[in-house]
């Protein structure tokens, strides 16, 4: 049986209804996916994988919103235990120009 089901964008509190089974556990929705989990399209099958990956700002919101992905995760079971999820790392790549280290009060600022 589908049920309509209402979720909040987590960066701009958009609304979005997904029909789905009732049967589906939530276990929350996040910004970024989770590390494992698999998702399926907003208009795709939904029973075999772990959540689905919605775009803020298609037509399921009426074209409201920020555009940006967030991810409704389903609970997920390996062994008959509840696995807790994990966000994906995000990968950041330091500035190769400016300080070496940062200066204190008695030195001068070395970015100068």
Known sequence: MSVPVRYYCPRCKTIVTLQ???RLA???VTPVPLEGWSYADIDGDYEPADG???V???SQTDGEGCGE???LN???FEAGREIEP???S???TLASDGPRRPSSPDEPDQSL
């Open 26 to 28: 939530d276990k929350s």
């Open 52 to 54: 689905v990956r919605i």
């Open 90 to 92: 995000e990968r950041v």
């Open 86 to 88: 994990v966000p994906e």
């Open 74 to 76: 389903f609970v997920r």
């Open 20 to 22: 789905r089974a009732g």
């Open 69 to 71: 992905p967030y991810y």
């Open 56 to 58: 803020c700002g298609e």
